[in-house]
């Protein structure tokens, strides 16, 4: 099992324009129109599928609303870091 991150870490290694809400990290991924939100939503489930670390998800026109915690270690975790760059990257 993934080792929670402390406090510190967290706010050291929080990824551009994530947040910290609790024991997630969440960020709003904007886009121009419905159908390049659920393009971004696609690419972001092949790389979750792939991480085997499955954020939750929400769509809305425009935006994806995406929440990463690790359920298991009960908090936030490299795991979660990791996926936020990631993503990031294919927001880019």
């Known amino acids: 099992m993934a080792e929670l991150l402390s406090d510190s870490e967290i706010t ?3 990824p551009e324009d994530w947040e910290r809400e609790g ?20 690419a972001a489930a092949g790389v979750a599928e792939d991480a085997w670390h499955h954020p939750e998800m ?7 609303e995406v929440r990463l915690t690790t359920h298991d270690a009960g908090g936030i975790t ?4 990791d996926m ?8 880019e």
């Open 12 to 14: 050291e290694r929080l």
């Open 23 to 42: 024991d997630e990290i969440v960020r709003t991924f904007e886009f121009d129109a419905y159908l390049d939100a659920s393009g971004f939503l696609a």
């Open 58 to 64: 929400t769509i809305r026109w425009g935006e994806v």
């Open 78 to 81: 490299e795991n979660d870091v």
């Open 84 to 91: 936020a760059e990631r993503l990031n990257g294919i927001y």
